[in-house]
């Protein structure tokens, strides 16, 4: 054993190479490259893709923001709505869309989490899309159409079970939140209802406040319609009471044990560059605190999601994921 250190020898680089290129030009122009095509992204316009029909609250919140983004990153945001599949028709155009930055989602947690379990799908979100960041965190309303003869959730329910089967109820599609959270309901209360699918969530308010549809879970659009007394609010399932109806009772307060949330956010397919998704990740999170992207949410009852890191964003998601695959099975839910 010896207390010397090991020897190494030190090879001379050429100071100019052959053709008479030094190595620090070399260098140079090689840091030049790379920034310049750190630089490059974005070079033209970005599509963001709605995968839910326009007025709903993934789409309202995709184009209330796709103008700031578009001014923070120097070029034009477009939102693109690409319904049907319950939503998997505009995620799958992203998830197979290049890798480069230009192609985005805009999406609630229901198709990201929930249709998994429900759809044999040809993309997998947990595989094919990176989690950027979060937008928005919705209130959620349990509403029925003002001509049914009931007032709070216990008569609703005694109401339901007196008329099984008579009773149905609109959603987005299938597989959507909507969806998922009356089937729990249904469940819970021991109620035989009937699912009406919808390309998004506007139709549904439209048909609720015709008389066509007897009750919904609503994202939001109902708002200045249970004000007006046009559709009748008798529950949340969130966990505290909202704040812009706060003698509405939660679903628990009302007498079920169920709680449930809606959050939207942005994705982009897997693979895109780390610097362009931490970039657009840092623009997002700021551009969701702004006093004007927190006036277009609180007029759905909802607020700003807090801001996370990508991998934050995507811990969340794979911890709902896991939480609606037990409930999917638990309740047996099926796309009818």
């Not at 970005?46 to 995968?51: E, L």
């Not at 477009?78 to 049907?84: K, L, M």
């Not at 998004?200 to 439209?206: A, D, K, P, T």
């Not at 759905?300 to 994921?321: I, V």
Request: hydrophobic share 45%.
């Amino acid at each position: 054993m010896t207390d010397r250190l090991p020897t190494c020898s030190i090879v001379p680089f050429p100071e100019r190479l052959a053709g008479g290129l030094s190595v620090a030009l070399l260098a140079a122009g090689a840091i030049a490259a790379g920034a310049a095509q750190a630089q490059a992204w974005p070079a033209k316009p970005i599509r963001m893709i709605v995968n839910f029909g326009a007025g709903g609250s993934t789409d309202v919140i995709a184009r209330s923001m796709a103008p700031r983004l578009g001014e923070a990153l120097g070029q034009q945001v477009v939102v693109e709505n690409r319904v049907g599949a319950g939503g998997n028709i505009g995620l799958d155009v992203v998830a197979r869309a290049a890798p480069d930055g230009y192609t985005l989602l805009h999406s609630s947690d229901g198709t990201i989490l929930i249709n998994p379990f429900l759809y044999d799908m040809p993309s997998d979100p947990a595989k094919d899309l990176v989690a950027i960041a979060p937008t928005g965190r919705a209130a959620i309303f349990l509403v029925a159409r003002a001509g049914l003869p009931v007032k709070t959730l216990p008569e609703f329910i005694a109401y339901a079970r007196a008329n099984p089967g008579k009773l149905n109820y609109g959603s987005a599609g299938n597989g959507t939140l909507q969806h998922v959270a009356t089937e729990m309901l249904a469940r819970e209360a021991k109620i035989n209802v009937v699912h009406v699918a919808y390309k998004g969530s506007q139709q549904v308010m439209i048909d609720l406040l015709g008389g066509q549809v007897d009750f919904t879970f609503d994202l939001g659009a109902a708002i200045e319609h249970i004000k007006a007394d046009k559709v009748r609010l008798l529950a949340v399932p969130t966990a505290t009471r909202s704040p812009i109806f706060p003698n509405a009772p939660t679903m628990i307060e009302a007498g079920t044990n169920m709680t449930i949330a809606w959050l939207s956010g942005v994705y982009a397919p897997a693979a895109t560059p780390r610097d362009v998704v931490l970039r657009l990740n840092r623009e997002i999170n700021r551009i969701m605190q702004t006093p004007e992207a927190r006036a277009t949410l609180s007029s759905m009852a909802a607020e700003p999601a807090t801001p996370a890191t990508p991998e934050e964003f995507a811990a969340s998601q794979q911890k709902a994921r896991e939480r609606f695959g037990t409930l999917v099975k638990e309740a047996n839910i099926r796309v009818k």
